[in-house]
C-alpha cells in the first residue's frame, strides 16, 4: 500500500499538506507522482526544517518536527488526511479509562501540533482552515491564492505568504491589455481556485474597461470521456477569441492541451495561465507545439541557491525521510527500480536528468520561517528562560497567530520591483505561435476600414458591425457618421469632406459645340435667305409670300438659332437676363407669325363658304399687329419676370450630385430651374400646338393657291422635334453632365425646329429663286381677247366655256378669296390683297373676276390682266365673269 505521511521527530511538529500525486481515476483517490508540484515543494519544507533546526538563533534548545500528508490533489480526499492532524487532541472515545489497579493509564504525550503549512490549492486550504479553526491551530499557505481566503471572519487562522488571484488577475488583465487583445475566453476548474479566479479576473477587466469576456467555461472536478474535446469545441464557437485566460490545475491544464493537439488546433490558441501553470514542465512535456507561445503568471520570486544544492545532492541513499522519493526517481529517470534495493552507480539530478527549480519552493521555505519565527518570537515573550515552559506545552494558537501576523524577517526573495503596474516583457524574446513576431489578434470584431463605422452589438462593448458611411457620409468619429456640407463631398476613405469641384461648359466641350455647329450653320443659311430675298424683294415669288412676314419669320428663326450662343455662354447676370428674354422670343415670333398666316388662310376660307363678304384684318399691315402683338406677350412676361426677380448667376451643388461622390460637381447655372425653362419655353409650344390645329384645319385648301400645306407639314415635324425633346430633357442620367445634357438637348431641338419652317418654306422659294427664275415671272398679257361670254341673269351661262378649272368643283368656277396666290405661288392675273379674287384659265388670257357688290344695276368690270368683259347678275349680284 502507498504511504500516506512522512513523520519527523520533534519538540514541536509542523503540519504539511502537499499534492505528492494527481488525482486519481473514479474510485481511486490518488494518481501518479507529481515531480514539481510535490516532491519538489515537499522538500522545500525538509530544506526548511534542516536550516531552522541548524540554526541556534531560531528555537534555541528546540527542534521542529513534521508530519507531512499527501493530499492527492483532491479536496476530500485532502480533508480525510488533515483530520489526523486533530486526531490527538480529541479525547478517547471511551474515555480515560483505568488501570486494574485503578491507576489512570499512563500514555504517550500527544503529539504537539502548533501549526500547518500548506494546503497548495486553494479548495484544499478552505475545507482544512475549516477544521483547524475549530482548534485554533494557525495555517500559512504557500500556494492558495483564492480571494475568500482572505475573509478572516471566515478563515482567521488562515495566512498566506502568496498575494491573492486579485492581484494576480490584475497583472493577467495588463497582460492581455499589453498584447492588444481586446475579446478572450476564460477556462477554470470547478472549485474555489479556478472560479474565483475567473471572477477576480471577470472583475478587474470590467475595472480596466476595454475587455470582454467571450466565454467562461468551467471544467467539471470529475470531467467524463470526451469533456475536454467539448471544451475545444466550444472555445471555437468563438473562434476570433484566440487568447485563453487559463484559472485550471495542473492535470485539467495538460489534458486541455491534449485536446487542443487532438483537434488540430496547435498553435490557434495563445495561453494565459495562472500560477497554478506557472513554471512548471510537468503540464506542457510532450505538447509543446500546442503551449507554445503561452504566458503564465508567477508571484515574484528568485531561485533559492541553497535549495538546488540541496536537492540535487538527493539520492535513494541520503534521502529515505521521504517516502515517495522512490517514486519520484522512478520517474525522473525513466526507470523501475528493484523492490527493496537501490541501483549500483546511481544517476543524479540535474545531471542526467532535466532539472528546473519549481516557482512556489520559494515559498514554502517562507512559510516554514514565518512559523519558526513567530514561534521563536511567542516562546521568547512566554518562557524568557529558554526552552517550553508549562503553561506554553503546547503553545496558544490564538497568542502564536498574533505573533505570526507581526513577525519580519529576511525571506529568501531579495531585491526589490517594478511596482507600477504595467507587464514589461523584451518583445524580441517572445516567442508566438506559428513562429510570427507579433502576438495573434484576439478580438471580436477587426477594426474598421476608412470610412467605416462601429455598429456596437448590444449587450457586447467588444464586438460591432462595420458600416461604411454611404452616400455624401464621412466619418466623424469611430461611431458616427455625418453627412458633407452641401458644397463639400467626402474623401475617398471618407475620413473628411473636400471642396465639390465646379464644372462650367466650355465652348470646347461635344455638348457644346454640336449644338454651336447647327446654330452657326443655321444662321448662314437664314442669312442666305435673307439675303435671296432682298435682293429678289420685288419678284412674284417674294411677293406672293407675303413680304413683311416672311421677314418677320426669318428674324424670329434666326433669334432661335442664336440662342445656343446664350445656352453655352458663361452664366453671369448680363448672360442669364439675355437668356430670361430670348429663350422664348424667337420661337414666339417664328410661331406667331406661323400662326397668323395659317389662321388667315383659314379665315378665307371658311369665310368664302358661308358669305361673300371678307374677313377682317387679311391686309399685311393687319397681319404685322397680329403677329407682334402675340409675340409681344413673351416680351412682356419675361420683362416682368426680370423685374420681380432679378437675374442671378449660382452654383448648384444639387444638380450635381450623383450616387458617386467622387462623380459629384456642382454646376455654374442661371437661376433658372428645369421647370423655370420649360415656362420661357411653354407659351411659344402653346403657339406652335396652336399653329399645327389651324394646319390641320386648313389641309382641304388647293395646294395650288396657298402656304397652308407646307406650313402643316412643318407643324407636323416640329411637333415630333419636341415630343423627342421631352423624354431625353427629363431622362438624362444623374450625373453631373446632367445639365450639359440637357442644355445641348434643348440647343439642338430649338435649332431642329427652326430649320424646318426654314427648310419647308423657304428653302423651295429659294430654290425656284436661284435656279428656276424663269417661273418667278409675271404672267403674260394675251394680245387677242376672245369673245365676251353672255351672262343671263340668275344664271352664269358662258359661250364660250374654258376648259376645267383647276379648282376642285368642275362645274363651276369656285370663289377665290381675296389675297390668295395663284400657281406657281405669284398672285393670279395681279391678283394682291387689295384688289378683287378671280379666276384664271390655263391657256387663255381672260380671266373671271367676281365682284361682290350691293343690289343694284350690273357693273362693268374689265380684268386688269386682259381686255376680256363680261357681265353676269348672280343671285342679284352683278358681277363681272
Same mark, same amino acid.
Request: glycine share 10%; net charge positive.
Given at each position: 500500500?502507498?504511504?500516506?505521511?512522512?513523520?519527523?521527530?520533534?519538540?514541536?511538529?509542523?503540519?504539511?499538506?502537499?499534492?505528492?500525486?494527481?488525482?486519481?481515476?473514479?474510485?481511486?483517490?490518488?494518481?501518479?507522482?507529481?515531480?514539481?508540484?510535490?516532491?519538489?515543494?515537499?522538500?522545500?519544507?525538509?530544506?526548511?526544517?534542516?536550516?531552522?533546526?541548524?540554526?541556534?538563533?531560531?528555537?534555541?534548545?528546540?527542534?521542529?518536527?513534521?508530519?507531512?500528508?499527501?493530499?492527492?490533489?483532491?479536496?476530500?480526499?485532502?480533508?480525510?488526511?488533515?483530520?489526523?492532524?486533530?486526531?490527538?487532541?480529541?479525547?478517547?472515545? +471511551? $474515555?480515560?479509562?483505568?488501570?486494574?489497579?485503578?491507576?489512570? #493509564? @499512563?500514555? %504517550?504525550? *500527544?503529539?504537539?501540533?502548533?501549526? =500547518? /503549512?500548506?494546503?497548495?490549492?486553494?479548495?484544499?486550504?478552505?475545507?482544512?482552515?475549516?477544521?483547524?479553526?475549530?482548534?485554533?491551530?494557525?495555517?500559512?499557505?504557500?500556494?492558495?491564492?483564492?480571494?475568500?481566503?482572505?475573509?478572516?471572519?471566515?478563515?482567521?487562522?488562515?495566512?498566506?505568504?502568496?498575494?491573492?488571484?486579485?492581484?494576480?488577475?490584475?497583472?493577467?488583465?495588463?497582460?492581455?491589455?499589453?498584447?492588444?487583445?481586446?475579446?478572450?475566453?476564460?477556462?477554470?476548474?470547478?472549485?474555489?481556485?479556478?472560479?474565483?479566479?475567473?471572477?477576480?479576473?471577470?472583475?478587474?477587466?470590467?475595472?480596466? +474597461? $476595454?475587455?470582454?469576456?467571450?466565454?467562461?467555461?468551467?471544467? #467539471? @472536478?470529475? %470531467?467524463? *470521456?470526451?469533456?475536454?474535446?467539448? =471544451? /475545444?469545441?466550444?472555445?471555437?464557437?468563438?473562434?476570433?477569441?484566440?487568447?485563453?485566460?487559463?484559472?485550471?490545475?495542473?492535470?485539467?491544464?495538460?489534458?486541455?492541451?491534449?485536446?487542443?493537439?487532438?483537434?488540430?488546433?496547435?498553435?490557434?490558441?495563445?495561453?494565459?495561465?495562472?500560477?497554478?501553470?506557472?513554471?512548471?514542465?510537468?503540464?506542457?512535456?510532450?505538447?509543446?507545439?500546442?503551449?507554445?507561445?503561452?504566458?503564465?503568471?508567477?508571484?515574484?520570486?528568485?531561485?533559492?541557491?541553497?535549495?538546488?544544492?540541496?536537492?540535487?545532492?538527493?539520492?535513494?541513499?541520503?534521502?529515505?525521510?521521504?517516502?515517495?522519493?522512490?517514486?519520484?526517481?522512478?520517474?525522473?529517470?525513466?526507470? @523501475?527500480? %528493484?523492490?527493496?534495493?537501490?541501483?549500483?552507480?546511481?544517476?543524479?539530478?540535474?545531471?542526467?536528468?532535466?532539472?528546473?527549480?519549481?516557482?512556489?519552493?520559494?515559498?514554502?521555505?517562507?512559510?516554514?520561517?514565518?512559523?519558526?519565527?513567530?514561534?521563536?518570537?511567542?516562546?521568547?515573550?512566554?518562557?524568557?528562560?529558554?526552552?517550553?515552559?508549562?503553561?506554553?506545552?503546547?503553545?496558544?494558537?490564538?497568542?502564536?497567530?498574533?505573533?505570526?501576523?507581526?513577525?519580519?524577517?529576511?525571506?529568501?526573495?531579495?531585491?526589490?520591483?517594478?511596482?507600477?503596474?504595467?507587464?514589461?516583457?523584451?518583445?524580441?524574446?517572445?516567442?508566438?505561435?506559428?513562429?510570427?513576431?507579433?502576438?495573434?489578434?484576439?478580438?471580436?470584431?477587426?477594426?474598421?476600414?476608412?470610412?467605416?463605422?462601429?455598429?456596437?452589438?448590444?449587450?457586447?462593448?467588444?464586438?460591432?458591425?462595420?458600416?461604411?458611411?454611404?452616400?455624401?457620409?464621412?466619418?466623424?468619429?469611430?461611431?458616427?457618421?455625418?453627412?458633407?456640407?452641401?458644397?463639400?463631398?467626402?474623401?475617398?476613405?471618407?475620413?473628411?469632406?473636400?471642396?465639390?469641384?465646379?464644372?462650367?461648359?466650355?465652348?470646347?466641350?461635344?455638348?457644346?459645340?454640336?449644338?454651336?455647329?447647327?446654330?452657326?450653320?443655321?444662321?448662314?443659311?437664314?442669312?442666305?435667305?435673307?439675303?435671296?430675298?432682298?435682293?429678289?424683294?420685288?419678284?412674284?415669288?417674294?411677293?406672293?409670300?407675303?413680304?413683311?412676314?416672311?421677314?418677320?419669320?426669318?428674324?424670329?428663326?434666326?433669334?432661335?438659332?442664336?440662342?445656343?450662343?446664350?445656352?453655352?455662354?458663361?452664366?453671369?447676370?448680363?448672360?442669364?437676363?439675355?437668356?430670361?428674354?430670348?429663350?422664348?422670343?424667337?420661337?414666339?415670333?417664328?410661331?406667331?407669325?406661323?400662326?397668323?398666316?395659317?389662321?388667315?388662310?383659314?379665315?378665307?376660307?371658311?369665310?368664302?363658304?358661308?358669305?361673300?363678304?371678307?374677313?377682317?384684318?387679311?391686309?399685311?399691315?393687319?397681319?404685322?399687329?397680329?403677329?407682334?402683338?402675340?409675340?409681344?406677350?413673351?416680351?412682356?412676361?419675361?420683362?416682368?419676370?426680370?423685374?420681380?426677380?432679378?437675374?442671378?448667376?449660382?452654383?448648384?451643388?444639387?444638380?450635381?450630385?450623383?450616387?458617386?461622390?467622387?462623380?459629384?460637381?456642382?454646376?455654374?447655372?442661371?437661376?433658372?430651374?428645369?421647370?423655370?425653362?420649360?415656362?420661357?419655353?411653354?407659351?411659344?409650344?402653346?403657339?406652335?400646338?396652336?399653329?399645327?390645329?389651324?394646319?390641320?384645319?386648313?389641309?382641304?385648301?388647293?395646294?395650288?393657291?396657298?402656304?397652308?400645306?407646307?406650313?402643316?407639314?412643318?407643324?407636323?415635324?416640329?411637333?415630333?422635334?419636341?415630343?423627342?425633346?421631352?423624354?431625353?430633357?427629363?431622362?438624362?442620367?444623374?450625373?453631373?453632365?446632367?445639365?450639359?445634357?440637357?442644355?445641348?438637348?434643348?440647343?439642338?431641338?430649338?435649332?431642329?425646329?427652326?430649320?424646318?419652317?426654314?427648310?419647308?418654306?423657304?428653302?423651295?422659294?429659294?430654290?425656284?429663286?436661284?435656279?428656276?427664275?424663269?417661273?418667278?415671272?409675271?404672267?403674260?398679257?394675251?394680245?387677242?381677247?376672245?369673245?365676251?361670254?353672255?351672262?343671263?341673269?340668275?344664271?352664269?351661262?358662258?359661250?364660250?366655256?374654258?376648259?376645267?378649272?383647276?379648282?376642285?368643283?368642275?362645274?363651276?368656277?369656285?370663289?377665290?378669296?381675296?389675297?390668295?396666290?395663284?400657281?406657281?405661288?405669284?398672285?393670279?392675273?395681279?391678283?394682291?390683297?387689295?384688289?378683287?379674287?378671280?379666276?384664271?384659265?390655263?391657256?387663255?388670257?381672260?380671266?373671271?373676276?367676281?365682284?361682290?357688290?350691293?343690289?343694284?344695276?350690273?357693273?362693268?368690270?374689265?380684268?386688269?390682266?386682259?381686255?376680256?368683259?363680261?357681265?353676269?347678275?348672280?343671285?342679284?349680284?352683278?358681277?363681272?365673269?
Amino acid at each position: 500500500p502507498r504511504p500516506h505521511a512522512i513523520r519527523l521527530e520533534g519538540d514541536l511538529t509542523l503540519g504539511g499538506l502537499f499534492p505528492v500525486h494527481a488525482r486519481g481515476p473514479a474510485g481511486v483517490p490518488c494518481g501518479p507522482v507529481k515531480k514539481e508540484k510535490g516532491i519538489h515543494r515537499l522538500e522545500a519544507m525538509l530544506y526548511a526544517l534542516d536550516r531552522v533546526n541548524g540554526d541556534p538563533r531560531v528555537l534555541p534548545n528546540l527542534t521542529l518536527g513534521a508530519r507531512i500528508l499527501d493530499t492527492c490533489s483532491r479536496d476530500t480526499y485532502a480533508l480525510e488526511q488533515a483530520l489526523s492532524f486533530v486526531r490527538s487532541l480529541l479525547p478517547p472515545e +471511551g $474515555g480515560e479509562g483505568s488501570c486494574p489497579d485503578g491507576s489512570a #493509564p @499512563r500514555r %504517550p504525550p *500527544p503529539e504537539r501540533l502548533v501549526g =500547518v /503549512i500548506g494546503a497548495s490549492a486553494s479548495s484544499v486550504s478552505i475545507m482544512v482552515a475549516n477544521v483547524l479553526r475549530l482548534f485554533a491551530i494557525p495555517q500559512i499557505s504557500y500556494a492558495s491564492t483564492a480571494p475568500e481566503l482572505s475573509d478572516p471572519g471566515r478563515y482567521e487562522f488562515f495566512s498566506r505568504v502568496v498575494p491573492p488571484d486579485s492581484y494576480q488577475a490584475q497583472a493577467m488583465v495588463a497582460v492581455v491589455r499589453a498584447l492588444g487583445w481586446s475579446y478572450v475566453s476564460t477556462l477554470a476548474s470547478e472549485g474555489n481556485y479556478g472560479e474565483s479566479g475567473v471572477e477576480a479576473f471577470v472583475q478587474s477587466s470590467r475595472e480596466a +474597461g $476595454g475587455l470582454c469576456i467571450a466565454q467562461s467555461i468551467k471544467i #467539471p @472536478r470529475e %470531467p467524463k *470521456p470526451g469533456e475536454f474535446a467539448k =471544451v /475545444i469545441g466550444r472555445l471555437m464557437e468563438t473562434s476570433t477569441a484566440r487568447g485563453v485566460v487559463l484559472f485550471a490545475n495542473e492535470d485539467d491544464i495538460r489534458r486541455v492541451l491534449e485536446a487542443a493537439t487532438l483537434a488540430n488546433l496547435s498553435g490557434h490558441f495563445s495561453w494565459v495561465g495562472s500560477d497554478s501553470w506557472g513554471a512548471k514542465m510537468a503540464p506542457v512535456q510532450g505538447l509543446e507545439e500546442a503551449a507554445h507561445g503561452a504566458i503564465t503568471i508567477l508571484p515574484k520570486r528568485a531561485s533559492v541557491p541553497g535549495f538546488d544544492e540541496y536537492f540535487t545532492s538527493r539520492s535513494l541513499e541520503n534521502n529515505r525521510r521521504n517516502l515517495w522519493f522512490h517514486e519520484f526517481w522512478e520517474d525522473d529517470f525513466n526507470c @523501475r527500480l %528493484p523492490h527493496g534495493t537501490a541501483p549500483h552507480g546511481e544517476p543524479r539530478i540535474g545531471r542526467d536528468s532535466p532539472y528546473e527549480q519549481e516557482g512556489k519552493v520559494q515559498f514554502v521555505i517562507d512559510a516554514v520561517l514565518a512559523m519558526a519565527h513567530g514561534l521563536h518570537s511567542l516562546l521568547g515573550e512566554a518562557c524568557p528562560g529558554g526552552g517550553l515552559c508549562a503553561h506554553m506545552d503546547p503553545p496558544d494558537g490564538r497568542r502564536l497567530l498574533t505573533h505570526i501576523r507581526r513577525v519580519a524577517f529576511n525571506g529568501t526573495v531579495g531585491g526589490t520591483g517594478d511596482h507600477s503596474g504595467k507587464p514589461y516583457w523584451d518583445e524580441d524574446a517572445m516567442a508566438w505561435g506559428s513562429n510570427s513576431s507579433l502576438p495573434p489578434p484576439s478580438v471580436c470584431s477587426l477594426p474598421c476600414g476608412p470610412g467605416e463605422r462601429k455598429k456596437p452589438v448590444k449587450g457586447v462593448p467588444c464586438c460591432w458591425h462595420c458600416e461604411l458611411c454611404g452616400g455624401y457620409q464621412y466619418r466623424a468619429d469611430l461611431l458616427t457618421c455625418l453627412p458633407c456640407a452641401p458644397h463639400l463631398r467626402p474623401t475617398p476613405n471618407r475620413t473628411a469632406c473636400r471642396p465639390t469641384p465646379v464644372l462650367r461648359l466650355s465652348w470646347g466641350h461635344p455638348c457644346a459645340a454640336v449644338p454651336l455647329a447647327l446654330a452657326t450653320l443655321g444662321l448662314m443659311a437664314t442669312a442666305f435667305v435673307l439675303v435671296t430675298f432682298v435682293r429678289h424683294h420685288e419678284t412674284p415669288i417674294v411677293k406672293a409670300s407675303g413680304r413683311e412676314l416672311s421677314y418677320v419669320l426669318l428674324v424670329g428663326i434666326a433669334l432661335v438659332y442664336a440662342i445656343t450662343f446664350l445656352m453655352v455662354a458663361e452664366p453671369g447676370v448680363g448672360v442669364c437676363a439675355l437668356r430670361r428674354l430670348f429663350l422664348g422670343m424667337g420661337m414666339s415670333l417664328t410661331y406667331a407669325a406661323l400662326l397668323t398666316k395659317t389662321n388667315r388662310i383659314y379665315r378665307i376660307f371658311e369665310q368664302g363658304k358661308r358669305s361673300v363678304t371678307p374677313p377682317r384684318f387679311i391686309s399685311p399691315t393687319s397681319q404685322l399687329v397680329i403677329t407682334f402683338t402675340l409675340s409681344g406677350l413673351q416680351l412682356l412676361a419675361a420683362a416682368t419676370w426680370l423685374l420681380v426677380r432679378p437675374p442671378h448667376a449660382l452654383i448648384d451643388y444639387e444638380m450635381g450630385r450623383t450616387p458617386d461622390p467622387e462623380a459629384a460637381r456642382g454646376v455654374l447655372r442661371c437661376d433658372m430651374a428645369e421647370g423655370a425653362t420649360l415656362a420661357c419655353l411653354a407659351y411659344a409650344l402653346l403657339l406652335m400646338l396652336t399653329c399645327t390645329v389651324y394646319a390641320v384645319k386648313a389641309r382641304g385648301v388647293p395646294e395650288n393657291f396657298n402656304e397652308a400645306k407646307p406650313i402643316g407639314f412643318a407643324m407636323y415635324t416640329t411637333c415630333v422635334v419636341w415630343l423627342a425633346f421631352g423624354p431625353i430633357f427629363f431622362g438624362a442620367a444623374q450625373s453631373a453632365e446632367r445639365v450639359h445634357v440637357q442644355t445641348a438637348t434643348l440647343t439642338v431641338s430649338m435649332s431642329l425646329s427652326a430649320s424646318v419652317p426654314l427648310g419647308l418654306l423657304y428653302a423651295p422659294k429659294v430654290y425656284v429663286i436661284l435656279l428656276h427664275p424663269e417661273r418667278n415671272q409675271p404672267k403674260r398679257r394675251g394680245a387677242d381677247p376672245p369673245p365676251t361670254p353672255q351672262i343671263a341673269p340668275g344664271s352664269l351661262n358662258l359661250s364660250h366655256r374654258p376648259p376645267q378649272s383647276p379648282l376642285k368643283d368642275p362645274k363651276l368656277p369656285q370663289d377665290t378669296p381675296k389675297g390668295l396666290t395663284g400657281m406657281g405661288g405669284a398672285p393670279l392675273a395681279g391678283g394682291s390683297s387689295r384688289t378683287p379674287p378671280l379666276w384664271g384659265y390655263p391657256g387663255s388670257s381672260c380671266s373671271v373676276q367676281r365682284v361682290w357688290a350691293p343690289r343694284g344695276p350690273p357693273r362693268t368690270c374689265r380684268s386688269p390682266n386682259s381686255g376680256c368683259q363680261s357681265r353676269a347678275n348672280l343671285g342679284g349680284h352683278q358681277g363681272l365673269g
